[in-house]
């Protein structure tokens, strides 16, 4: 959004009143033949500065070119003056245009000069010192923070601040040890250092020092259920049975805990511990019977276990409360309609769960919140689409497409999946070619038609549009992934493969499919041992055919071919019919029987 033009008089009008200028309505001002730029610095002060003809312009145009939308020149310009100057609030203001602009490195330069002018002003020596730790800048940072904090008047949110400045760190190990070392002892008994830490250590994957320090943390203040809930969360990575005795044991004391009993109801859930989740939702409900959320709560944890049934009528209950509560208060007073669009979309879960598509679709229909309406509709379509009725799910798209861009995006891209899936993928190019052609910036829109070509073996334009995909949005690690893999795959441009696949890395760490592509391009160029360790990374995470496949390659090629044959068979079983493992098995010339 572009700044308007009365924000420019806000910051240049006390820019003029500090430098000694009288506007020429208030009095005559005679210009002196020369303007020399004087400047006095005074300790503690914003400096005295002569405002030249030169400073006022370049302030000015600034100001224009930022209202302008060029942040970029604004913010250089700026930083420029606030050197030459010493004023502080020049530095501040490269610092808000170079945050506009998104370049980070000029925005630290302009905090770090902001706090340099301004020691004493928290928020920038707070500005400082976040784009320092999101720079990997640390030296000195712990004593940095400490300083601050020990100077605060309110302990409690120096700490937080603290906390937070050191999250933007991408080592989050170090990030951990700087806080660590920057709490001293004398703030350990402010419970919120303890939760800081116990946060910062899970960001590190230290779950055994987060669960020390929530509980000390809750030791200090028995009835804090932010550190009960870490208490539950850290401890489940530690030792599960005890954290849930500890919860249990907290609940007792403290029954009008009723977030941590949701959490608690949660982690249970994702434990398939389905009648301990419930036992926890009818307690609540003997407590609270007028709160109806509880009934969706129920009916989840229900579905989850699939019971179906009963899962089902709880939701229709709920669905009946909340077209009561649409029905009695104005719409804009109540959440009633989206409610009542969840418990729909959870019935089309069971729905799509149990085969009965025509049910799904139904209830689909029923959906009536605009906030959802042409998700609902979307979504419709793919049903239709899965029962073969294609026509019909064109027809159900077209009818539900609006002229907002990202809604046409979303329903071409669904468009084309559907005959993608139903093995038409000529009609799916048609389709997604015309969609290009109607909305060029489409990042999402290349990525998906240069799938299609590669699937068609058409390289060549796969090649190019994955490009302009990588053009478009630079951090999409997806586009990287998939050129990269692809040149590995077919044994071809291996170093520019290789630059590829270290930049999805760099974005997506931990993805499982980044993941396989680094190791199949490490088979590719004769890195077993390399090839095994991300292979079987990705696996961990992601056990699918297309994963067991590379991986058992690798295994067969390094003379492990009987775990080789045992991880296909496994599978195999999964998906018997995976046309990448089959292919492999068959250019391998390996039976499983």
């Known amino acids: 959004m572009k700044r308007s033009i009365p924000l420019l008089s806000l910051f240049v009008a006390p820019l003029l009143l500090v430098y000694g200028v009288v506007p020429a309505h208030a009095a005559a001002v005679v210009k002196p033949a020369t303007q020399v730029e004087q400047i006095r610095l005074r300790p503690g002060e914003l400096p005295v500065v002569n405002l030249t003809a030169d400073i006022l312009y370049r302030v000015l145009a ?60 928290p928020e920038a020596v707070a500005a400082s010192l976040a784009l320092a730790a999101s720079n990997g800048q640390t030296n000195g940072m712990a004593a940095a923070l400490w300083s601050r904090i020990e100077k605060a008047d309110d302990k409690k949110q120096a ?154 009528a709880l939701l229709n209950e709920y669905i009946n409360v909340e077209t009561q509560r649409r029905q009695s208060l104005h719409a804009d007073a109540s959440n009633a309609q989206s409610n009542a669009s969840d418990a729909r979309l959870l019935l089309v879960q069971i729905a799509v769960k149990q085969g009965q598509l025509d049910e799904a679709i139904a209830q689909l229909d029923l959906i009536d919140d605009p906030a959802v309406r042409f998700q609902a509709q979307i979504h419709k379509a793919v049903l239709q689409g899965r029962q073969g009725n294609l026509a019909v799910a064109r027809a159900t798209i077209e009818a539900a497409t609006t002229d907002n861009v990202h809604d046409q995006s979303v329903a071409a891209l669904t468009l084309a999946s559907i005959y993608r899936d139903a093995g038409r993928t000529d009609e799916a190019v048609d389709i997604l ?33 994955m490009r302009q995909v990588i053009s478009l949005a630079p951090d999409n690690a997806n586009a990287y992934n998939s050129l990269g893999y692809t040149f590995a795959d077919q044994n071809r441009n291996l170093g520019e493969a290789q630059d590829l696949l270290e930049r999805a890395l760099d974005l997506e760490p931990s993805n499982p499919y980044i993941l396989d592509s680094v190791g199949w391009y490490f088979y590719r160029t004769g890195d077993l041992q390399a090839a095994l360790e991300y292979l079987q990374r990705s696996y961990a995470q992601l056990p699918e055919a297309d994963v067991a496949a590379h991986l058992g390659e690798v295994l067969w090629v390094n003379d492990q071919q009987d775990d080789a044959r045992a991880l296909w068979r496994k599978a195999l079983e999964r998906d018997p019919d995976s046309e990448p493992l089959l292919n492999t098995l068959k250019r391998l010339g390996v039976t499983l029987q």
């Open 433 to 465: 070619i015309k969609a290009d052609r109607e909305i060029p910036d489409s990042a999402e829109i290349k990525y998906d038609l240069a799938m299609l070509y590669e699937r068609q073996s058409n390289y060549v334009d796969f090649e190019t549009l």
């Open 62 to 121: 600034s100001e224009i070119a930022a209202h302008r939308g060029s942040y970029d020149a604004a913010s250089q310009t700026l930083l420029d003056l606030a050197t030459e100057t010493s004023d502080s609030r020049l530095a501040k203001r490269a610092f808000q245009f170079s945050v506009a602009d998104r370049d980070m490195a000029r925005a630290y330069r302009a905090a770090r000069l902001w706090a340099m002018l301004s020691p004493e002003d």
């Open 159 to 312: 700490i937080l601040q603290a906390a937070s400045i050191v999250s933007k760190m991408a080592d989050k190990r170090v990030a951990f040890e700087i806080l660590d070392q920057a709490l001293h002892e004398s703030v350990r008994n402010i419970p919120v250092a303890h939760l800081a830490l116990a946060d910062a250590a899970w960001e590190a994957l230290d779950a055994n020092r987060a669960l020390r320090e929530a509980k000390l943390a809750l030791q200090q203040d028995p009835g804090s259920e932010m550190a009960a809930q870490r208490v539950l969360e850290y401890g489940l990575k530690v030792d599960p049975q005890a954290a849930i005795a500890d919860t249990r044991a907290y609940i007792k004391k403290y029954p009008d805990s009723r977030k941590l009993q949701l959490m608690l109801a949660d982690r249970l859930l994702n434990r398939h511990e389905f009648d301990a989740a419930l036992s926890l939702v009818d307690e609540l409900r003997r407590q609270a019977p007028e709160d109806f959320d509880l009934l969706y709560t129920e009916a989840e944890i229900n579905a989850k276990a699939e019971r179906y049934e009963r899962a089902r």
